[in-house]
T-cell receptor, first 116, second 109 residues
């Protein structure tokens, strides 16, 4: 596997379910991100991890819980979601989170989430 | 807050040149990125500007004016495969990224 991978690619869940999204990067990067992409809306940054430490939580509801066990893996745990949470969830990684760096982001293919 | 504006949709002809504009109002500006996103696919990186001026990469160029809060992406010799959404993104406040809603470009024969 190369680049950034995400599983599952599609997920349908009920509002009472608990599920997790997984992201893995094979690029040796030090920063990882979760984004939400809804139709007709901008990409929304949800969480940022730099060197496995969470540095940003962009006012995301607690029903979304991120986990970064190491610099290559990122999870998004989902619990009691609402139908409006249905969206494409994208994971991204970048080499160096320092402000002076180039810091191009590489995106995974996303998980298409539907909440019934 | 951060505010990033770009046109919703544009149409251009194969072989032509198109310019996609992006204006932004941010604090703690630390770079502007352009990404291309084909329908149903992940965004892919196109260009990066942190200083004023023009950056050229093959058929793609990007310009930045920090004093005006303005950038554009210039696509030359348009090809049908360039039909996609183009996302303007600003990095600010250390390592936070703010995206515009994207400009859907339709390239016609």
């Amino acid at each position: 596997e190369t680049g950034v991978t995400q599983t599952p690619r599609h997920l349908v869940m009920g509002m009472t379910n608990k599920k997790s999204l997984k992201c893995e990067q094979h690029l040796g990067h030090n920063a990882m991100y979760w984004y939400k992409q809804s139709a007709k809306k901008p990409l929304e940054l949800m969480f940022v991890y730099n060197f496995k430490e969470q540095t940003e939580n962009n006012s995301v509801p607690s029903r979304f819980s991120p986990e970064c066990p190491n610099s290559s893996h990122l999870f998004l745990h989902l619990h009691t979601l609402q139908p409006e949470d249905s969206a494409l969830y994208l994971c991204a990684s970048s080499q160096d989170p320092a402000p002076s760096s180039y810091n191009e982001q590489f995106f995974g293919p996303g998980t298409r989430l539907t909440v019934l | 807050g951060q505010n990033i504006d770009q046109p919703t949709e544009m149409t251009a002809t194969e072989g032509a040149i198109v310019q996609i504009n992006c204006t932004y109002q941010t604090s703690g500006f630390n770079g502007l990125f352009w990404y291309q996103q084909h329908a149903g696919e992940a965004p892919t990186f196109l260009s990066y500007n942190v200083l004023d001026g023009l950056e050229e990469k093959g058929r793609f160029s990007s310009f930045l004016s920090r004093s005006k809060g303005y950038s554009y992406l210039l696509l030359k010799e348009l090809q049908m495969k360039d039909s996609a959404s183009y996302l303007c993104a600003v990095r600010a406040n250390f390592n936070k990224f703010y995206f515009g809603s994207g400009t859907k470009l339709n390239v016609k024969p």
